[in-house]
Antibody, heavy 120, light 107 residues
Framework: QVQLQESGPGLVRPSETLSLSCTVS????????WGWIRQPPEKGLEWIGY???????KYNPSLKSRATISADTSRNQFSLKLTSVTAADTAVYYC??????????????WGQGALVTVSS | DIQMTQSPSTLSASVGDRVTITCRAS??????LAWYQQKPGKAPNFLIY???SLASGVPSRFSGSGSGTEFTLTITSLQPDDFATYYC?????????FGQGTKVEIK
C-alpha cells in the first residue's frame, strides 16, 4: 500500500518561498508520476503540477511559473517550491500519486495534507 | 482554460436514495474525467477515472458516465458513509481543473 506524507513549515511570510516535501513509502518514486494539489480553507481543490522521476514536470499555468517540483530518488521524496507567496496561497497542500499523466493527472493515493499559512 | 461546473452544489438525501451529480466541462475533454469523495478534514478519496472506470476497492454502488462535456456520478442506495463532498476533475489540460464540489448531506 503506497503511503505519502507531506512535511514542511506551517507558516510562511508574504513574498517568501513555500517549501514542502513528500515522503513516499510502500513504493518507489522511480515509477509513476507524483503530483501536488492544494485546497484553500473552505474552498475547492486546485491542481498545481506533477513530476516524473526522470525529472520531467508540468505545471498549472495559473501559477504563473511560481511553482517548481523536484524529486530525490535516493530519499524516495519529491518536493514543491512556490515563490513570492501571498495570503492567497494559504491552503492545505496535498501530495499524491498521479496516473494517466499527459497534461495533468488523476490521483489515486493522497497524503493527509499539510496546512500552510501565509502571514507576517 | 477549461472550467468544470458541478450541479447541484448541495444535495439533501436519505439513506437508500439514488443520487446523481452532474459535472459539465466548458469544452470537450473526451473521457478524461475523475471523481473523488472528500470528508471534512481528510484528503480526497479516489473513486472513478476515465469517466466510468471504478477505482479498485470502490463499492459498486458508485458509477460514472458521460463523455465530451457532460458527466454524471451516480450513487445507488446511498449509505451513511457516503455523506461527503464530491469533486470531479478533468485531466485533459495542464490546468487539471476540479469542479467546485457537491456536498451530499443528510435529509
Amino acid at each position: 500500500q503506497v503511503q505519502l506524507q507531506e512535511s514542511g513549515p506551517g507558516l510562511v511570510r508574504p513574498s517568501e518561498t513555500l517549501s514542502l516535501s513528500c515522503t513516499v513509502s510502500g513504493g518507489s518514486i522511480s515509477s509513476h508520476y507524483w503530483g501536488w494539489i492544494r485546497q484553500p480553507p473552505e474552498k475547492g481543490l486546485e491542481w498545481i503540477g506533477y513530476i516524473y522521476y526522470t525529472g520531467s514536470t508540468k505545471y498549472n499555468p495559473s501559477l504563473k511559473s511560481r511553482a517548481t517540483i523536484s524529486a530525490d530518488t535516493s530519499r524516495n521524496q519529491f518536493s514543491l517550491k512556490l515563490t513570492s507567496v501571498t495570503a492567497a496561497d494559504t491552503a492545505v497542500y496535498y501530495c499524491a500519486r498521479g496516473l494517466s499523466c499527459t497534461t495533468s493527472c488523476f490521483l489515486d493515493y493522497w497524503g493527509q495534507g499539510a496546512l500552510v499559512t501565509v502571514s507576517s | 482554460d477549461i472550467q468544470m461546473t458541478q450541479s447541484p452544489s448541495t444535495l439533501s438525501a436519505s439513506v437508500g436514495d439514488r443520487v446523481t451529480i452532474t459535472c459539465r466541462a466548458s469544452q470537450s475533454i473526451g473521457n478524461w474525467l475523475a471523481w473523488y469523495q472528500q470528508k471534512p478534514g481528510k484528503a480526497p478519496n479516489f473513486l472513478i477515472y476515465d469517466a466510468s472506470s471504478l477505482a479498485s476497492g470502490v463499492p459498486s454502488r458508485f458509477s460514472g458516465s458521460g463523455s465530451g462535456t457532460e458527466f454524471t456520478l451516480t450513487i445507488t442506495s446511498l449509505q451513511p458513509d457516503d455523506f461527503a463532498t464530491y469533486y470531479c476533475q478533468q485531466y485533459d489540460s495542464l490546468s487539471g481543473t476540479f469542479g467546485q464540489g457537491t456536498k451530499v448531506e443528510i435529509k
